[in-house]
């Protein structure tokens, strides 16, 4: 399934019915009075943050939602029968703002959470409701009210605790499957993963987290190179950063080159990233050869603590994990 992470629909609520001109006719009464009922509301356009929604993909297919106008009133009092509401369920991370004006309207977080967009137009009153002392026999109702529309722009930002980044190929996706149920498709060339990929982390220690792996980025991400800033968005909502490092593809003349790539486009794109708390983690110790790579990048960055890990034979994986919980912890007694 193609992941879709940014959505404009339009929506329009119903009109509302128009009141009744009636006038009771029954054998024997012959100035029954008016009775011409209320028209019905029209139906509104609902948004709902559901858990069992992951993508926006939905609305690839459908931009247009119309809620039912209601129903005239009929004579005998009789009210028309209102619009039916439409709820559109959308997974919680998603902004919700004006397309036109570019108005932030809400950001959904949490599950169950509910927006009217635009609210259906309220029924017309019978003529029944113009009755008076001076006025017995009132031949006039009101018509329904107008439904509303707009264009919504819908922008969702996964929520996760813990976002993996790093150049492609770096071992994210292999170390999500490592930690979690997450089964992202893996293999030997860029931009292998090209959704974001969520996974739930338990441990014998802590409650569970979240963690992302976040694809695409590389050199020039954060002006669409790549996958580009389609991927930094959902950054921006993690509370930790993994930063992972292929150790086996080092540069000896800058160990630093794949560090300060990733560090320097997540800056550009939104400088609260940056100062995001991050682990730094070198991936692929089983390979042959990495240990002089691995010190060579240490002492190049002696003020941050170096994980050493093979995501792939699970090597040093429970260590970053206990450093993940501890972090996530500090994160969470600061907030």
């Known amino acids: 399934m193609k992941f879709i992470d940014e959505a404009v629909i339009t929506v329009e609520s119903g009109r509302g019915g128009a009141g009744c001109v009636s006038f009771r006719r029954e054998r024997f009464i012959p100035k029954g009075g008016p009775d011409g009922g209320d028209g019905g509301n029209g139906g509104s356009i609902v948004l709902r943050a559901s858990s069992q929604k992951r993508t926006l993909y939905q609305f ?14 009929q004579g005998k009092q009789k009210t028309g029968r209102s619009g039916a509401d439409i709820v559109i369920e959308i997974p919680p991370g998603t902004l919700v703002s004006d397309a036109e004006t570019g108005e932030l309207i809400r950001d959904f977080v949490h599950p169950g959470e509910t927006l009217v967009l635009v609210r259906g137009g309220r029924g017309g009153r019978g003529n029944a409701r113009f009755k008076s002392s001076t006025n017995r026999t009132p031949r006039y109702a009101q018509p329904g009210e107008p439904g509303q529309a707009r264009k919504i722009r819908l922008e969702l930002k996964l929520l996760a605790d813990v ?15 490592t930690i979690s149920a997450a089964r992202p498709k893996t293999a030997d060339y860029p931009f292998t993963t090209l959704t974001p990929q969520l996974g739930v982390v338990h441990t014998d220690w802590s409650d569970p987290f979240v963690v992302a792996d976040i ?67 070198l991936n692929k110790i089983d390979r042959p050869d990495t240990a002089q790579a691995a010190a060579a990048f240490e002492a190049a960055l002696p003020e941050k603590t170096v994980q050493r890990i093979s995501a792939l034979e699970g090597t040093g994986v429970r260590d970053l994990l206990s450093e993940i919980v501890k972090v996530l912890d500090h994160e969470q007694s600061r907030a």
Request: proline share 6%; charged share 25%.
């Open 215 to 281: 694809p695409g980025l590389i050199e020039g991400a954060h002006e669409g190179a790549g996958l580009g800033i389609r991927f930094l968005r959902h950054i921006e909502r993690t509370r930790v950063l993994v930063h992972l490092i292929d150790v086996s593809a080092l540069d000896p003349g800058d160990p630093l080159k794949a560090y300060d790539t990733i560090n320097r486009e997540m800056a550009r794109y939104n400088r609260a990233l940056a100062e995001k708390p991050q682990i730094v983690v």
């Open 60 to 73: 690839r297919h459908r931009q247009h939602f119309k809620a039912r106008n209601g129903m005239p009133g």
């Open 163 to 177: 976002g993996l980044v790093g150049l492609p190929n770096a071992g994210k996706s292999t170390l999500i499957r």
